[in-house]
């Protein structure tokens, strides 16, 4: 009987088998059988089963690695253990839900140990790819390669932004034997879950806060890596590991002439759509009204006065004063201001002289912003929702929401950077300054309930539209 | 390319094609009133930039007609921060203060600022200018490269909102007059699989398809990035058609056709090749994918070898019926041609399909090397038709080198026998070069020096190692140089006769050489020192 030859081609296995493996198609362009590297794992397991022929198998590349890569200093936390163990169990194979600063990476740390071939760490923000490089090069002690951010070099451990993932899957997709992807809820998106499809790792770990998505791509999870095999809430680790957090929630009027500009504009939006018989009443509805807006003059009009008068809730010259109040009565604890846009960052950053990070702000700067941050030289940043997910900012003892969206997962993420297990730290404070009144109030309710019914617009997770009917600015929308 | 956000398209049944933007008086307009707004920009900060141009958008114009060609104007700026000092250092230092005093007030503020400045040794308006000068609204437009006129706007938008259709195409097929080497290039370097037909009903040019080895599981526009940037290579040929099929995410997944030629394009897109997609610049931020680095290194390797016989990368196509292959490598030398494919993974079948293809060329000598871990048996010749070579990581010079000198000379000594057994050579004509016969019996030059060794025609000689010339002509010329003196003049009279370029071997077969009185051409004389010979070549008493 012939052999079966495999062989790794642009993110699929090429197979040459007499009988035909599963998951493989006849690819009449090379006269070959095809299969998706995702299932390079179950082919080897079948035809070993199958004891037919003699395999050749010339599908990995894997990089040089040391004999052995150990844990210097980590030891695990009684829950981190029995989450790597649940892995373990499941084949290695499957989604670890634990809150933010519940100390994700240590377990993804103690996987590569365990396997101890190479692996390849996605993640989702050059941020975070900075902070895994500099965790994993010291609790290893070995040199880590990067993909992303300009950087291109593959080591036996290799720290990929998903981005740079997605578009070189192609060259990567046979280097690694453990795939680890951080914020794992953003692999499902029609894109991003390429990245599982194109690799053939066998072992494969996803880790986030958030599991479930909106719109209900989590549930391709399974398919990619595996199902769920361990989750704790925040409640079940509050106290003993992470910090307990206080929610406040503050109503502030518009001033006067706010208020009129507000009623002003939103008046402009609701006549437009009474005059023409649009109700809103679904996100679909919404969606449909936004692309007619794109070729109607008039009703982008009203798009746009709708836009302006949520501009006015949201940003209110009423908030920024309350923030110098927050600002003037906490002086010994350490502030993050959120805020959704640009142009509030800069006119928070101006009024009191405080540090800022946009999507425009450089690595270099970013970098030695959150550092001074953690020494204590700044006591306060805003930013503009680039530091959502699992970025290590201790001890941040107060954050301010100026603006939000109502999607619940981000109200999470948000939450759970302030949860971060340190000494001596009392409980930390979210505050959320409110508009009454308006639209953003019950913006504001939806994300404390934390309803999956959708927000106006799909919160896209990362870069993007706004997830509150913004888009303004054309930004090209994400992957996803 | 544009953010696909800014593509306006129609779609009608199954059809979907971008809204062009005519070439018409109106467009014209908007695309002078838009770039002047860049133009008188130079200088000014960018936000007043993006305001004048929002409200360009709010007179009533298409905004997004605006924006893309904003987009494209904005390519051709270069923005800086001007401030004092370095923003970022800036930042720092009043960032630090501010939280070291804990500042909140208006009075705290100024205080800081004043501080700062002083100790930065410039007033505190310019530091407070600075501090957010590096900022998007803030920064400067430096400098501004108009297009050459406002209907070359037009033309790239048209390419660049065709481009951002083909972003979501699933595949393609095309056909395309030229250019082929460089599509081809692109089509390998990119990552996509392609197969080639004959073309259509006139049986003219190439019917390609192209996707990617994912397309085969599942619909994914993944490959559209690396189709709309082959586009302009498509466009340069002289004419060209294109068939894609775009997925419409936003339209619940539905597929649409997309149709369009050279013909119906004209006068509306641009074809520049490089210029259209901004380049290198791109490649380097989308990545550049597969090079084929086995390729390279043997192409390099090669080279560097020496062998007398020239490397072309993807050559023209070799037709074979309805059926066209490219080949990685052609090697040549005096018209002798031997080609190389190289084959990463293949199944008997897949090689044989290949070769079967060659058999039905004639005259074509192909070499395949073919990854050895892949090997699915090993086949010495596969039909007689090829030599097959197998390599592990690196494709072997030893062996192919070989065998080229083994076709070389097989090829010269096929090439002498059939000269030799065939109709003598018989010269026409006063001059007469070897390559001119070469030609005509088409054999390689080689092989006919070889066997013209002992060839002595009637009433020729043989001048140099190239020419023939008549016995009639040589006396002419011989007559003509009585009592010339300069070289350069005899040269003149030589080529003047009809003999070009190898004046000095006339020269020397009439009996004639050269004096050198210094280094200057102009004063090189010639003399006669002995008779013509009969056969045109010079004892070796000399």
Not at chain 1, 395 to 422: C, D, H, N, P, Y
Not at chain 1, 437 to 462: H, I, P, Q
Not at chain 2, 110 to 139: M, N, R, Y
Not at chain 2, 178 to 195: A, C, E, M, V
């Amino acid at each position: 009987m012939q052999p079966t030859y495999l062989s790794y081609d642009r993110g699929t296995i090429l197979i040459k088998s007499d009988a035909k493996v599963p998951y493989s198609a006849w690819d009449d362009r090379v006269k070959a059988f095809r299969a998706q590297g995702l299932y390079y794992r179950e082919i080897v397991e079948f035809l070993k089963k199958s004891e037919l022929s003699a395999v050749k198998d010339a599908v990995e590349d894997l990089p040089p690695h040391p004999a052995s890569m150990k844990c210097r200093t980590v030891a695990l936390r009684g829950y981190q253990k029995r989450a790597l163990g649940a892995w373990d169990k499941a084949g290695r194979r499957g989604v670890v839900v634990l809150p933010t600063g519940a100390g994700k990476t240590v377990i993804a740390m103690k996987a590569i140990e365990l396997v101890n071939r190479p692996a390849v760490i996605i993640v989702p923000t050059l941020d975070l790819l900075e902070q895994w490089r500099k965790r994993v090069q010291e609790e290893l002690g070995i040199d880590v390669g990067v993909y992303g951010g300009g950087e291109s070099t593959v080591k036996a451990v290799t720290i990929c932004t998903y981005d740079s993932a997605y578009i070189r899957a192609g060259e990567l997709g046979n280097k690694f034997s453990l795939l680890v992807f951080d914020e794992v809820h953003h692999l499902p998106g029609e894109s991003f879950r390429q990245i599982a499809e194109m690799f053939t790792a066998p072992y494969r770990m996803g880790l986030t806060a958030t599991y479930e998505r909106e719109d209900m791509l989590h549930l391709e999870l399974p398919r990619l890596i595996g199902g769920v095999v361990y989750r704790l809430k925040p409640e079940d680790l509050a106290g003993k590991y992470l910090a307990d957090f206080r929610l406040e929630r503050v109503n502030i009027d518009l001033t006067e002439k706010e208020k009129e500009e507000y009623q002003r504009n939103y008046n402009a939006f609701t006549n437009y759509l009474e005059q023409n018989r649009i109700w809103l009443n679904s996100p679909v509805a919404f969606q449909r009204f936004i692309m007619m807006s794109s070729r109607n003059p008039e009703a982008r009009k009203a798009l746009l006065a709708r836009n302006r008068a949520l501009s006015i809730a949201f940003n209110s010259e009423a908030k920024v004063d309350r923030l110098e109040e927050i600002l003037r009565a906490n002086p010994d604890d350490r502030i993050l201001i959120f805020t959704q846009h640009n142009d509030l960052v800069f006119r928070i950053s101006r009024r009191f002289l405080l540090p800022f990070i946009t999507h425009a702000t450089s690595k270099e700067e970013r970098y030695d912003l959150l550092k001074c941050f953690r020494e204590g030289s700044y006591r306060a940043i805003v930013t503009s929702k680039v530091l959502d997910e699992g970025i290590d900012v201790p001890e941040a003892s107060i954050g301010v929401i100026m603006s939000g969206t109502g999607s619940s997962r981000e109200f999470v993420q948000r939450l759970g950077r302030l949860l971060r297990k340190s000494e001596g730290k009392g409980q930390a404070r979210l505050i959320e300054l409110v508009s009454n009144e308006t639209s953003e109030t019950r913006t504001s309710s939806r994300r404390k309930s934390g309803r999956k019914d959708g927000s106006e617009k799909k919160d896209t997770a990362g870069k993007g539209d706004g997830g509150d009917g913004y888009d303004e600015d054309g930004e090209e929308v994400a992957a996803e | 390319m544009l953010p696909s956000n800014l593509l306006r398209a129609r779609t009608s049944r199954d059809r979907i094609r971008p809204l062009y933007v005519a070439v018409d008086a109106a467009s014209l307009a908007l695309a002078e009133k838009t770039e002047g707004i860049f133009r008188d920009g130079v200088g000014r900060r960018k936000g007043e930039l993006l305001e004048r141009l929002k409200e360009v958008e709010d007179e009533g114009n298409d905004f997004k007609l605006v924006r893309g060609l904003s987009a494209l104007l904005e390519r051709r700026c270069t923005f800086e921060a001007e401030s004092a000092l370095n923003p970022v250092e800036a930042r720092r230092a009043v960032f630090k203060e501010a939280s070291r005093a804990r500042a909140s007030s208006p009075e705290e503020r100024s205080a800081v600022l004043l501080k700062v400045s002083t100790e930065l040794g410039v007033s505190p308006d310019a530091l407070e200018s600075t501090l957010f000068s590096d900022i998007e609204d803030e920064l400067i437009l430096k400098d501004f490269r108009p297009f050459r006129g406002p209907d070359t706007i037009l033309k790239y938008y048209n390419l660049a909102v065709t481009q951002t259709l083909l972003f979501k195409s699933l595949r393609v097929e095309f056909s395309a007059s030229g250019n082929w080497k460089n599509i081809f290039r692109d089509i390998k370097r990119f990552g996509l699989i392609y197969s080639v037909e004959r073309g259509g009903d006139e049986g003219e040019g190439y019917k390609v398809s192209l996707d990617g080895p994912l397309s085969l599981f599942k619909m994914t526009e993944r490959y559209g990035t690396s189709i709309a940037r082959l586009l302009p290579q498509i466009m340069a040929a002289d004419s060209w058609t294109i068939k894609a099929e775009i997925l419409a995410r936003r339209r619940g997944g539905k597929v649409y056709r997309f149709e369009t030629d050279s013909e119906e394009m004209m006068g509306i897109i641009t074809n520049v090749a490089r210029g259209a997609t901004g380049g290198d610049d791109q490649q380097r931020q989308v990545g550049l994918l597969y090079d084929s680095t086995t390729e390279e290194k043997f192409a390099k390797s090669f080279l560097s070898y020496g062998t007398g016989w020239g490397l072309k990368r993807e050559p023209e196509p070799l037709i074979a019926g309805t059926h066209v292959l490219i080949p990685d490598f052609l090697f040549e030398k005096d018209g002798m041609k031997v080609y190389l494919e190289v084959v990463g993974f293949w199944t008997p079948q897949y090689l044989e399909r290949k070769l079967a293809k060659l058999g039905s060329i004639a005259g074509v000598d192909m070499i395949v090397a073919a990854e050895e871990s892949l090997a699915c048996s090993k086949l010495e010749r596969l039909r007689g038709k090829a030599l097959v070579i197998y390599y592990k990581r690196e494709v072997p010079l030893k062996p192919i080198i070989d065998h080229l000198r083994e076709r070389e000379a097989s090829i010269v000594i096929k090439q002498v026998e059939k000269l030799k057994g065939g109709e003598a050579i018989a010269l026409k004509g006063d001059v007469v070069s070897i390559e001119e016969i070469a030609n005509q019996k088409g054999v390689a030059v080689a092989s006919l020096k070889m066997a013209l060794q002992d060839f002595k025609p009637e009433g020729y000689v043989k001048v140099g190692d190239r020419l023939f010339v008549s016995r009639a002509k040589l006396d002419e010329i011989d007559e003509k140089l009585r009592g010339v003196e300069r070289l350069v003049d005899a040269l003149e009279i030589i080529e003047a006769a009809g003999v070009k370029d190898d004046g000095s071997k006339v020269l020397e077969a009439l009996g004639y050489t050269s004096i050198w009185d210094g280094i200057e051409m102009d004063k090189v004389r010639i003399a006669k020192k002995r008779a013509a010979t009969e056969t045109g070549t010079v004892p070796p008493s000399e």
